[in-house]
């Protein structure tokens, strides 16, 4: 049986393109994408209202649900993660930008690793280790 952290807490289908958010939970790019599409920038798992809608890719989840798929003897799983989701009608508008360094200094804007500091601080293995590589 599939792992249920390998599976978007939003479509409950396995993560295909997984990304972490400033709270540390992950989810299906193209999952999290339409929910932010429909003018919602909280995070669906936890409720928080998020700061803005950065999405970090989360490569170690990635390569644990393709070992998972591999080990499991389910390689008709393989090409779920291997490739982009297809994406049925329009593509949801592009997440807002990060925030810019200051005007006029060279220090970028903190809020855009506070998220990263936060999984590292309190994610998974895994997450951690993804974060550590950004």
Known sequence: EMPSEYRCPISLELMRDPV???TGQSYDRHSIQRWFARGTLTCPKTGVR?????????????????????????????HV?????????PAPPPPPSPPQARAGG???????????????????EGA?????RV
């Open 50 to 78: 998020l700061s803005s809608a950065v999405m970090v890719p989360n490569h170690s989840l990635k390569a644990a649900i393709h070992d998972w798929a591999v080990a499991s003897g389910v390689p008709h799983l393989l």
């Open 20 to 22: 972490v958010l400033q």
């Open 106 to 124: 060279d220090e970028a804007d903190l809020s855009s690793v506070a998220p990263l500091l936060q999984i590292l601080q309190t994610g998974s």
């Open 81 to 89: 993660v291997e490739t982009q989701p297809e994406h049925s009608g």
């Open 128 to 132: 951690r280790e993804s974060a550590a």
